[in-house]
């Protein structure tokens, strides 16, 4: 494995975050590849990274150990037909991050024989603090799953499921659940500012909130329940909160919430 080559096809956020944290992790920049059709882009990244770059996918493709699919998933088939005769001649494991394409998807495109490993990831991925699901179709060996797992371990954690469905759970809870947390800190900052916190002010509280929250609950050995319980003093302010969520549903909600994700997932994935 020490000497594999990883290609990267596009060069958008995900990949660069990818191969910015393998190299961090003590990847030689000299193992990756990256292509993409903006020359812009590829010297940016070459600059930054040190890495291989070519406009032309096929030059990459026809290198590597590992090619990473990190276009988006409307451009996907595509680049795949595009790939598809050094894939199928030369057989590297293809590992996919993008959303709502499937196995069988890939399958069709690329051919039957090729070791295919599908991904989650989520933005977080972006700070090297993401958390990827992981599904290996058939055909893939441990030492390809090793190499997916080297990848995308490299901006976090990295959690794999036997069966490609999970994926669609995964994506629901971790894909989607960034924009969920955001969207808890709009709300908390908006509040903040009705309470009349200047901007600024109310930003900073929260995000250090966010965070402060997370490190605790990822740090502590009590579970998220227990933690809420220790901030909540009978008959104080947090109880008075909570009852709040509570009586509007908040449980319900995030739990229809995630459902309709899931749905969605299923949808995309035909
Ligand atoms: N769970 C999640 O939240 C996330 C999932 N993902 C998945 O990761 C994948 C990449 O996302 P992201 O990095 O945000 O996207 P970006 O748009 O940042 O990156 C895609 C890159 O691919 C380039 N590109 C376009 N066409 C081609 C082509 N024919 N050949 C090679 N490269 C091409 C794009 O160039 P140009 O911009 O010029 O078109 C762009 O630089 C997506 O499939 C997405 O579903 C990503 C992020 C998070
Ligand atoms: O919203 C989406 O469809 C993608 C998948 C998970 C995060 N973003």
């Known amino acids: 494995m020490a000497q594999q080559l990883i290609g990267f096809i596009g060069a958008g956020n ?11 992790k003590g990847i030689r920049p000299a193992r990756i590849w990256m292509s993409d059709p903006s020359r812009d882009r590829l010297d940016e990244v070459s600059q930054q990274h040190r890495v291989h770059v070519a406009t032309d996918n096929l030059e990459v493709a026809q290198r590597v150990d590992a090619l990473v699919l990190s276009v ?18 030369r057989r590297p494991l293809v590992i996919s991050i993008a959303a709502g394409v499937t196995v069988a998807n890939l399958r069709d495109w ?8 599908r991904c989650m990831p989520n933005t977080p991925a972006l700070v090297q603090a993401g958390a990827t699901g ?26 794999w499921f036997d069966n ?13 659940g960034p924009a969920y947390f955001f969207l808890l800190m709009e709300a ?17 509280l929260v995000l250090q909130t966010a ?30 909160a909570l009852e709040v969520f509570e ?18 997932s299923e949808e995309l994935a035909g």
């Open 14 to 24: 995900m990949a660069t975050s990818l191969a910015g944290g393998m190299i961090a």
């Open 72 to 89: 988006k998933p409307q451009m996907m088939a595509s680049v795949c037909a595009d790939l598809r005769s050094v894939v199928e001649e």
């Open 110 to 117: 690329l051919g039957e024989e090729v070791p295919i490993v």
């Open 134 to 159: 992981l599904y290996a179709a058939e055909g893939v060996d441990d030492s390809q799953k090793a190499l997916a797992a080297q990848v995308l371990g490299a901006v976090g954690l990295t959690f």
């Open 164 to 176: 490609e469905q999970s994926l669609d759970a995964v994506t629901a809870v971790s894909g989607s």
């Open 188 to 204: 908390l900052i908006d509040a903040a500012k009705a309470q009349g916190l200047d901007a600024a002010t109310a930003r900073q």
């Open 211 to 240: 965070w402060g929250a997370a490190q605790l609950a990822i740090t502590s050995e009590a579970g998220p329940d227990v933690l809420r319980q220790r901030v909540t003093s009978p008959g104080g302010t947090t109880a008075a």
């Open 247 to 264: 009586e509007a549903g908040f449980r319900e909600h995030v739990q229809a919430a995630v459902a309709a994700a899931r749905e969605r």
